[in-house]
């Protein structure tokens, strides 16, 4: 889901809007070995260190899994309020990354559950777009 707004992409190098509602990860696929990776990179697989043209771009729906995850209470930056959620999302097209969950509170949360990606206004006004995990009902 991406939340209708005229903000910018808080991190455009990293995500952007996709189609059909569901934004992409932009990462980066070696052609040699097929290791998938995030974030997109130009100095080599880390699996068997292809480099140059065998290295190509590839965007990923923001959809996966959840690995493991954290209620925040306590946080020195000045950018979120808290409490928030941390958590180890598995792409469905391989990368594990760390995310923030659009939910504020872990409860319900359970490992395994179906996550998908949405765009939201960070909570400072006139923040950017950031790209936030929420649970898939059903």
Known sequence: MIEKSDAPLAHPSLYGAGTEGVPVIFAGRCTHCGRVGFPRQAYGCEACGAHGA???DMDLPADGELISFAEVHRHHGADIDTPFVMAEVRLDGGPLLRATLAPRRAVGLKVGAR??????AGDR?????ELRFAPVEG
Do not use: D, E, N
Request: no cysteine; charged share 5%.
């Open 54 to 56: 065998a290295l190509a």
């Open 115 to 120: 996550l998908r990606g949405m765009l939201v």
């Open 125 to 129: 006004p006139g923040a950017a777009l």
